[in-house]
C-alpha cells in the first residue's frame, strides 16, 4: 500500500485465490486487516508469474518460514536487475540462517550483494492509516539500499539506509522473543518496572549475540533494535506480545498459535536463540528461561524468579570489558 500510495504499479501475491481476488476486485483483505480499505490501484493474482514478470522490485513479506519455498520457486520469473527486498522476522527453522542468506542461496549469485532487508517498529495495522512511520533498509550494496529507500519513503513512512544487514536482520527477528516475554511478564502484572527491565536486558541479549554473529553493535540502538523493540514490547497490536500474554493466563502453546491465526514469529525465533546462543557462546539468560517456558512447560513465574536471582554481574561487561 505505502509503494501503490508513492505512485508506483503493484501487483500483490496471495497463495489462495480467494486471497488474492478479494484484495484485487473488493480491496479489502477482511481477515488480517479487517475494516480497511486498499489503494484501488493495488492489483494482486495468485500467480507468482503475473506478480513478477516485468516488474522492478520485488518486496518478500512471507512468514520465515516460508521464505525459502517462495523464493525458489519465484526465482524463475525474476531478472538479473530486480531489486530484492524483504520484510520477515525470523530465522530459518533447522539451519538458524538469516532471511538474506536464505534468498541469497535460493536466488543465486546475481541478487547476493543486493539483498536488501525492511525493518524497524512498523506495524501494518497503523502503516496501513498512513500513521507517521519510520523503518531501516539495510543492504550491503550502498545503491540497492538508496534504491529501496527511494521506492518507499514518502509523508508518512519515512526511510533511513544502514549498510549492516546482519545486525537489522538479528535485530528484527530477536525483538520477537523479548516481546514474548514482556507479553508474559505484563500477565503476570509484574509492573512497569519489570517490562522496562525486560527491553533493556534483551537489548543487552541481543547485541551480545548479533555482535558474536558479526552485526555493528550500534544498529541495535537504532530503529531496528531499540524502536522495533519497544514498539513489539508495548503495542496491543503485537501478536508476539499477545501470545506471550494468553500464555500467562495459562493457554498451552498449541492453542495459543491456533487461536491467533497470526504467524508469532517468536516462538520459533526462541528455538533459534537457544541454538545460536550456544553456536556463538554467549550468554542469553532471558532466551533460556522463555525457552523452557514455551517448550519445557516451566512456569513462568519460576523463570522471573531465576532471572533474578542470577549471579552479581556488571552492566557493560561486554561493551566496556570490565574495569
Ligand atoms: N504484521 C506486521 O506488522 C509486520 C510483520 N512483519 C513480518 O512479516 C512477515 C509476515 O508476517 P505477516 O504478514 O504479519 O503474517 P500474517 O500471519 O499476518 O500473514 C501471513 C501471510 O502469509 C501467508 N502465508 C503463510 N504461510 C505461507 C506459506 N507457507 N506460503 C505462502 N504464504 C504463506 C498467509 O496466507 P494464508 O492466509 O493463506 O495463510 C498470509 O497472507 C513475518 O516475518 C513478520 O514478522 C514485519 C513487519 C511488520
Ligand atoms: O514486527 C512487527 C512490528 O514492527 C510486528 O510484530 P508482531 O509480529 O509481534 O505483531
Given at each position: 500500500a505505502v509503494l501503490a500510495d508513492n505512485?508506483?504499479?503493484?501487483?500483490?501475491?496471495?497463495r489462495r485465490d480467494e486471497q488474492a481476488k478479494e484484495i484485487?476486485?473488493?480491496?479489502?483483505?477482511?481477515?488480517?486487516l479487517p475494516d480497511v480499505t486498499l489503494p484501488v490501484t493495488m492489483r494482486a493474482t495468485s500467480s507468482l508469474a503475473e506478480a513478477l514478470v516485468d516488474k522492478e522490485a520485488v518486496l518478500f513479506a512471507v512468514p520465515s518460514h516460508s521464505m525459502r519455498e517462495i523464493a525458489r520457486e519465484a526465482r524463475q520469473w525474476m531478472t538479473k536487475d530486480m531489486l530484492v527486498i524483504h520484510a520477515a522476522k525470523g530465522f530459518e527453522i533447522d539451519t538458524w540462517k538469516r532471511m538474506s542468506e536464505v534468498l541469497a542461496e535460493e536466488l543465486g549469485t546475481e541478487h547476493?550483494?543486493?539483498?536488501?532487508?525492511?525493518?524497524?517498529p512498523s506495524h501494518a495495522e497503523e502503516v496501513i492509516r498512513r500513521c507517521p512511520t519510520t523503518v531501516v533498509v539495510a543492504s550491503q550494496a550502498e545503491q540497492a539500499a538508496e534504491r529501496a529507500q527511494m521506492l518507499f519513503m514518502n509523508s508518512y513512512f519515512r526511510v533511513y539506509t544502514n549498510p549492516d544487514v546482519i545486525g537489522v536482520e538479528v535485530g528484527g527477528a530477536l525483538k520477537n522473543i523479548i516481546a514474548l516475554a514482556a507479553g508474559l511478564v505484563d500477565g503476570l502484572e509484574f509492573g512497569d518496572n519489570a517490562r522496562a527491565a525486560l527491553i533493556t536486558r534483551g537489548l543487552a541479549e541481543i547485541a551480545r549475540l548479533g555482535k558474536a554473529m558479526g552485526a555493528e553493535p550500534i544498529t541495535f540502538v537504532g530503529l531496528a533494535g531499540v524502536g522495533d523493540l519497544v514498539v513489539?514490547?508495548?503495542?496491543?497490536?503485537?501478536?508476539?506480545?499477545?501470545?506471550g500474554h494468553m500464555i500467562s493466563q495459562g493457554k498451552k502453546l498449541d492453542e495459543v498459535l491456533r487461536s491467533m491465526g497470526m504467524v508469532v514469529e517468536g516462538v520459533r525465533t526462541t528455538k533459534a536463540a537457544y541454538m545460536l546462543k550456544d553456536r556463538y557462546r554467549v550468554e542469553m539468560p532471558i532466551a533460556e528461561q522463555l525457552y523452557a517456558v514455551l517448550f519445557?512447560?516451566?512456569?513462568?513465574?519460576?523463570?522471573?524468579?531465576?532471572?533474578?536471582?542470577?549471579?552479581?554481574?556488571?552492566?557493560?561487561?561486554?561493551?566496556v570489558g570490565g574495569w
Open positions: 505512485g508506483h504499479e503493484v501487483t500483490l501475491w496471495a484485487d476486485q473488493a480491496h479489502t483483505n477482511r481477515k488480517y547476493k550483494e543486493g539483498i536488501t532487508v525492511l525493518s524497524g513489539t514490547c508495548t503495542s496491543r497490536h503485537s501478536r508476539n506480545w499477545r501470545a519445557a512447560e516451566k512456569e513462568p513465574a519460576q523463570a522471573v524468579k531465576e532471572l533474578m536471582g542470577r549471579g552479581r554481574t556488571q552492566e557493560l561487561e561486554e561493551i
